[in-house]
Structure formats: structure tokens, C-alpha cells
């Protein structure tokens, strides 16, 4: 066994044992480091290993978020169905954009600027959607933290930890998985060079669908339990620009097409964030769009002195073997 899978197990170790010792604040902590390992995860499998750039992910965090939560809320369907639905009307969306880009041959900016005009106005339509709410948002009713409902959702933060936790660690084998498989030769081989692969018979299309369906598809586990979470859902906080952005941080800072790049991206720009909101409450001063600022000094420093993201460099130094998506004789 290598040094990296041993480090991993380790850190899964520390993961599982560690957080009932915390308190409340370094537990929501750690969940939103998970959340965003998790998505960043999702968000990768479409650009990192298959090349297509998707600005407009916040799309399917909130069609995901949206749909199982008014299910719960109107209808009283339990989350884990709410989660099957949410995932079929994620990759429904996904597959619409996915054919208006990829059978009419849009690519590169083109096809971001189609994620983000999806993004845009369907955050529009919510916005006067009032079975959901509309603009003045939609709420989940909170019940005693204290007692733990897995069937509902409901519960102490602990048990999202755990099930942010349970994401985040699919969401790695998932990409596992598929970097190793038949699908990821195909998704590494059309970002490498796409004309190449179709004259080689690869049929581009397809496999470019999958992608962006398998993306659409985790990122709508991961709206789920950003509404069951924090209970309350607003159309422009979800949907917004700035929260596709926020998605994508994780994965290039951390190294885009690497499995451990997501997470460790994650949990320096999570920790970053708290740690200098924590600063600034101390010391009592306020400094608006605060984080927006360290996100873009922190993607500014890893593309001047890390262009291929934090983890690469960290291994390199380290001596592990890493899977990186461009290097698939790595392990």
C-alpha cells in the first residue's frame, strides 16, 4: 500500500473519531469543509476530467435543493425520495443544456456562458415562483436539534456531519472509480484533445453527456442536504454567480483533475474564510465582501506559484504517487 492511500485511511480514521469531541462552530466547520470537498468533486468530473467548464453549477445545488425540499414541505415526501427526485431533474436540466451545447458543437466560453444563462434564469423563475416562496424565501421547519430524525433529516449537526461525511467519501470513490474505468479514458481523452478522440471513433457526445449528467447528478445530493441543513432556501443565495464561483474554487485551487485536489482545496479556503471572519468578530471591525476578497488573493497565489493546483506540488514534494487525471500512468 503507498503513502497516499495510507494517508487517506488515516485521515478517514481521524474524520470519523475526531468530531463528537467538537464543539458546535469547529463541527459546522468541518461540514462545510465536506460539503465543499463533495461538490468540488462533482464540478471536476465535468471540467477536470472531461473539459468542459461549467460557471453555472449553482443551477443544480439549487433545482436539487428546490425539489426535495417542497416535496418534504407541500407533499411530505421523506428526503431520501426527495433525493431520487431531485437527482432525476438535475440531470433532466443537465441533459437539455448538455444537447443544446454538445450536438450543436458549443464549447469552451460558449458553453460556460450556457451554464450560467441556465443559472440566471431559473434563479429568475424562482424568484417569482411562490409555491416556493418566491424572492422571500422558502423554509423548512426546524424541530429540537438535540433529537436525531435520519428518516426526516432532522437532527443535530452531528449527524450531517456524518452525512456530509458519507458524501463527501462517495463522492471520492465515484471519481476513483471513474478515472480508472472505460468512462475516464473516454472523458480524459476528449479533454486532451477532442478532435482526436472522435476521429479515433470515440463517440463525443455521449460521453460528454454522461459527464455533465453524472456532475448535475452529485451536485444535486449535495442541494439536498444544503436545504435540509440550513432550512431555509432563497433564490438569489442559491442560484447566484457567486455561488458557482464558490463551487469551483475548491477544485482548482486544490488542482484541477486530481482526486485529492476538491478536498484539500476545500479545506484551505473553508478554513481561510472562517478563520478571518473569527478575526474580524474578535476585533470588531467589518469588512464586506471579506471572503470574496481572500477567495480571489488565495486563487491568485496558487495561480502564480502552484499552477496546477496545491496538491500536485504538495505531492510532488512529498514523494506520494498521486492520480492525476492528465497522468493516468500515476496512481
Given at each position: ?22 464543539d ?14 463533495f ?13 468542459q ?74 424568484d ?40 463527501a ?27 482526436a ?99 480571489g ?7 502564480m ?25 500515476e496512481?
Amino acid at each position: 500500500m503507498d503513502r497516499s492511500r495510507i494517508g487517506l485511511l488515516v485521515l478517514l480514521a481521524l474524520l470519523l473519531v475526531v468530531p463528537p469531541v467538537l464543539d458546535r462552530y469547529l463541527l459546522s466547520v468541518l461540514i462545510l469543509i465536506l460539503y465543499f470537498a463533495f461538490v468540488g468533486q462533482a464540478w471536476n468530473i465535468v471540467m477536470g476530467f472531461c473539459g468542459q467548464l461549467s460557471l453555472g453549477h449553482a443551477l443544480f445545488v439549487g433545482l436539487g435543493a428546490y425539489t426535495a425540499a417542497a416535496l418534504f414541505q407541500h407533499f411530505g415526501v421523506i428526503p431520501w425520495i426527495g433525493m431520487l427526485a431531485a437527482v432525476a431533474v438535475c440531470v433532466a436540466a443537465a441533459s437539455v443544456i448538455g444537447w443544446l451545447a454538445f450536438r450543436f458543437g458549443i464549447g469552451g466560453t460558449y458553453f460556460a456562458l450556457l451554464t450560467i444563462a441556465f443559472a440566471e434564469f431559473t434563479r429568475i423563475g424562482f424568484d417569482h415562483l411562490t409555491w416556493v416562496g418566491a424572492s422571500g424565501g422558502f423554509f423548512l421547519k426546524v424541530v429540537q436539534q438535540d433529537q436525531v430524525d435520519l428518516l426526516h433529516l432532522r437532527g443535530h449537526p452531528l449527524m450531517f456531519y456524518y452525512l456530509a461525511l458519507a458524501l463527501a467519501v462517495g463522492g471520492f470513490a465515484l471519481s476513483a472509480w471513474l478515472l480508472r474505468g472505460r468512462l475516464g479514458f473516454y472523458f480524459r481523452a476528449i479533454r486532451d484533445n477532442e478532435e482526436a478522440a472522435r476521429a479515433a471513433g470515440v463517440d463525443t457526445f455521449r460521453y460528454k453527456m454522461f459527464a455533465l449528467q453524472i456532475s448535475a447528478g452529485m451536485t444535486a445530493l449535495a442541494g439536498v442536504f444544503f436545504a435540509f441543513y440550513y432550512n431555509n432556501l432563497f433564490p438569489e443565495q442559491i442560484f447566484s454567480m457567486g455561488r458557482s464561483i464558490e463551487i469551483i474554487l475548491a477544485p482548482i485551487i486544490g488542482g484541477v483533475g486530481t482526486l485529492f485536489g476538491p478536498i484539500l482545496g476545500a479545506a484551505v479556503l473553508t478554513v481561510l474564510s472562517e478563520g478571518i471572519n473569527e478575526l474580524l468578530s474578535i476585533s470588531g471591525y467589518e469588512i464586506p465582501g471579506v471572503k470574496q476578497i481572500l477567495y480571489g488573493i488565495a486563487l491568485g497565489l496558487a495561480i502564480m506559484f502552484m499552477p496546477n493546483g496545491i496538491w500536485p506540488a504538495i505531492a510532488n514534494r512529498l514523494g506520494f504517487k498521486r492520480r492525476i487525471a492528465r497522468d493516468d500512468d500515476e496512481s
